[in-house]
C-alpha cells in the first residue's frame, strides 16, 4: 500500500521569505503523479502544483516549485515570496497511474502560517 | 462557471441515525469522488462514482455508501451513525474526458462537516 509522510506537523514564515515543506512516500510503482494541495480555512483543497512521475524536471507554478527526488521519494514544496494568503493547511498526495486518478493518497498535512 | 457545491454545509445528527449529503459537480464534469476528513486519520478515499458507476472503493464499512445520477450530481449516504463518523466530508469533481486513467484535476467542494452526538 502506499504511504504519505509530512514530517512537519506545523510551520511558520515571514511574509517575503522562503519556507520549504517536505513530504515523502512509498510505494512499489514506478509511474504515479504527485501532488501538494492547499486547505484554507474555507476548508476547500486547492491544487497547488502537480508533478508526474516519469517527467525528471521539477515542477513550477508561479512562486510555487518542487524537489522532486525519485530514487528517495521524496516531494517537497518550496514557497518563495510568501505571502499572508499561502497560510493554510498543506497536503501532499499520491495516486498511481494504472489506477484512476481520483484516489488520492494524502499525507497528514502541515500548517503553514504566515507572519506579517 | 460554478465550482462544486455541497450541502448542508454543517449537519448535526445522533448515534444510530443515518444522513445523506448531496454534491452538484461542475458542469460537465462527469467524475465525482468524495474523501472523509478527520483529526485523527486525515483524508481518506471514500468512492468514485463515472457515469452514475462507482469505479473506486476505499476501505470504509458497508455503512458508507452512495450514488451518481444522470445529471451528474452525486449523493452519499451513512446509516447507523457513531460518534467516530464525525468528520469533514469532501466531494471533488472532475472531467474524466480520456476515461479512467487520467491525470486531470480534482476540483473540490467546500465539504460538509457532520457532528454525530
Known amino acids: 500500500a502506499q504511504t504519505v509522510t509530512q514530517s512537519q506537523p506545523e510551520m511558520s514564515v515571514q511574509e517575503a521569505e522562503t519556507v520549504t515543506l517536505s513530504c515523502t512516500y512509498d510505494?512499489?510503482?514506478?509511474?504515479?503523479?504527485l501532488f501538494w494541495y492547499k486547505q484554507p480555512p474555507s476548508r476547500q483543497m486547492i491544487l497547488v502544483i502537480r508533478?508526474?512521475?516519469?517527467?525528471?524536471q521539477n515542477a513550477t507554478e508561479n512562486r510555487f516549485s518542487v524537489n522532486f527526488q525519485k530514487a528517495a521519494k521524496s516531494f517537497s514544496l518550496k514557497i518563495s515570496d510568501s505571502q499572508l494568503g499561502d497560510t493554510a493547511m498543506y497536503f501532499c498526495a499520491f495516486t498511481d497511474s494504472g489506477g484512476s486518478n481520483y484516489k488520492l493518497t494524502f499525507g497528514k498535512g502541515t500548517l503553514l502560517t504566515v507572519n506579517p | 462557471k460554478a465550482g462544486v457545491t455541497q450541502t448542508p454545509r454543517y449537519l448535526i445528527k445522533t448515534r444510530g441515525q443515518q444522513v445523506t449529503l448531496s454534491c452538484s459537480p461542475i458542469s460537465g464534469h462527469r467524475s465525482v469522488s468524495w474523501y472523509q476528513q478527520t483529526p485523527g486519520q486525515g483524508l481518506q478515499f471514500l468512492f468514485e462514482?463515472?457515469?452514475?458507476?462507482?469505479?473506486n472503493k476505499g476501505n470504509f464499512p458497508g455503512r458508507f455508501s452512495g450514488r451518481q445520477f444522470s445529471n451528474s450530481r452525486s449523493e452519499m449516504n451513512v446509516s447507523t451513525l457513531e460518534l467516530g463518523d464525525s468528520a469533514l466530508y469532501l466531494c471533488?469533481?472532475?472531467?474524466?474526458?480520456?476515461?479512467?486513467?487520467?491525470?486531470?484535476?480534482?476540483?473540490f467542494g467546500s465539504g460538509t462537516q457532520l457532528s454525530v452526538l
Open positions: 510505494t512499489s510503482e514506478s509511474n504515479y503523479y
Open positions: 462514482y463515472f457515469s452514475e458507476t462507482q469505479r
Open positions: 508533478q508526474e512521475a516519469y517527467k525528471q
Open positions: 471533488a469533481s472532475s472531467p474524466a474526458t480520456r476515461g479512467a486513467a487520467t491525470n486531470e484535476k480534482l476540483f
